[in-house]
């Protein structure tokens, strides 16, 4: 559409207007106690075994606490039921430590964390473990601990996957899309510092909360109720995985034959024709990054037909890391108006509409 080489036209007096935003942690880390050590952080590569039942078959026992429950223990405890020695283990909710030390794996509870004998606690005033070196905002939780000890494994055994940078891929990206929320959660990590504009009530830990029985029910059954919350964080780890590998990973593939095309596009450079719409943009930041790609060179806009109203529909690409932000947002005095009044204001046939936000446009014709 015309209006995309409007837009990149007037690009060098709108990018004034553009932050990208950039996050730059700094931390410090107690080095005695973390130094977060090559052992930890390549324990997910080390398929240790679990114990042994010295006889009878004796069912595994995953120990945890009793008393409200939380999403970090019930998706830690959905994890281990994963692998096929904990596929059928036992539930001991309690925190008598008689009890907890006849478990073969403890998460949550128990004050310590040793993953060669199978404990996973977070709560010693001594904790300082980290996912990686790159995630230095957010301590682990119960899930963190049994994810990054277990999760390539489970990528590759529970999920088939074989190649080994898949699975890398798809450990990091659960991690960074579901886990570290949980830690965070679970640790008092805020999402973002400063007076939040509004509240989410309807995240999957929410949800698990309500699952804990009312105080004013003098009946109410916890232990029943957590087996209800680990079947739902269970379902919540397996969208995740099976949306990358079904849904993600294939875009990959079509997003780097679009930008192998894009100056086929427009002679700019910035801006892409999809096939069909697809989630393209994790693969387009980890693109620029491994090949260090200016910001006069990133995409700008991602071109589509929309097959259900047969109209061409032209996007913009937003800012890493941002929830809303664009990169360069179409033209503010256009946005908001629609069909002739939005033809005679841009001076291009064919424009349908441009959203009040500025995002997204959409026209009959695809015409550069």
Known sequence: MQFLKYS?????????????????????INPVVNSITRKHLNATRILMESPIKKQHC?????????????????LAIY?????????????????????????????????????????FDHHQNEFYEYFSKEHTITKLS???LVYRHFGKRIMEQVYNIKNEHDVEALYLHVYNELIEYVDAVDNGVPIADGKLRYKINSDISARVSRLNPSWTDPEGNFDYQFTKAVKLVGEEFDYYVHNYI????????????AYKKRFELHQSGRAIQLPKSCPFSHFMYQH???????????????????????NWRATCTKVQREQFKTR???????????????????????LIFIHKAGFTCAGKTKVW
């Open 8 to 28: 990149i036209h007037h690009f060098n007096y709108y990018i004034y207007g553009l932050s990208v935003i950039s996050s730059v942690y700094s931390f410090r």
């Open 58 to 74: 004796e069912k595994m026992k995953i120990g945890t606490h009793n008393g409200f429950f939380h999403c970090d223990e019930a």
């Open 79 to 119: 994890m281990l039921r994963l692998l096929p020695e904990y596929k059928d283990a036992e539930i001991v909710r309690t925190r008598e430590q008689e009890k907890l030390d006849k478990c073969d794996v403890v998460v949550d509870v128990g004050g310590v964390f040793c993953p060669e004998k199978f404990r």
């Open 142 to 144: 119960s899930a963190g």
């Open 246 to 257: 079904n849904t993600i990973l294939p875009a990959k593939g079509i997003y780097l034959e």
């Open 288 to 310: 620029e990054e491994q090949d260090n790609i200016s910001e006069k060179d990133k995409i700008l806009f991602y071109v589509c037909l929309d097959t259900a109203s047969n």
């Open 328 to 350: 360069l947002p179409f033209v503010e005095r256009l946005r908001g108006l629609r069909d002739a009044e939005l033809e005679a204001a841009s001076g291009i046939p064919g």
